[in-house]
């Protein structure tokens, strides 16, 4: 049992690892980035703190937002919320993904880091600790909204964001385009290039992880066969 969850642990930090490789390579492409990221670097500007703790910062604020609205919070949730925006400075402090020289070369690590994100997402999805804390808010709005489609409670989402995060001062450009229409086509090429299917995965939420943990439950899989 403890072997089980150190490798589902394993995989929910290599997926937020590569969710933070994603947010730079964007960051270094230099033509904007996506609207959650014009926000965080927006308010970063303002603050003249770093993105990493914005990041977080905005990360529990949503996270609050979502237990109010009463979403089930996972391991995931919260390793996503503490973990991306701090990965995501450790790498600007090792500076290993150069700027961009120019626009296309630019455009093209905005292109990289759509796949690299999800990559990031089926890894740290399929972990099956809970999804991260801006789709736990999609996702209680949308339980609450049910004649809207979720796409458009998502775009919605993230057009009050972008236009934030613009009057903030963040960075927005042809990166921002590519990443708004680009993201849905990449996760579906990774997706199902691996034959993953999310609507198959079951979440848990930290009392359940918990519970299984302390033998009080046995794992969904092992119920199901009971």
Known sequence: MALSYLKRFL???A???LCAVSI???IQ???GVTPWDVLHMGLADVTDISYGTVNILVGLLILTT???LGEKIGFGTLCNTLSVG???DFLAWLDVIPAAPDLLTGCLMMVASLFVLAMGSFLYIGAGMGCGPR???MTAFSKRLTRVPVGLIRGAIETVVLVVGFFLGGPVGAGTVIGMFGIGP???VVFGLFGFDVRTVRHESVADTLRILSGKTAPAGERAEG
């Open 135 to 137: 789709d736990s808010m």
């Open 24 to 26: 730079r390579l964007a």
């Open 11 to 13: 995989r929910l930090y």
């Open 29 to 31: 492409g230099g033509v």
């Open 86 to 88: 701090y990965l995501v």
């Open 66 to 68: 979502s237990i109010v």
């Open 186 to 188: 990449a996760i579906q």
């Open 15 to 17: 997926g937020l690892f």
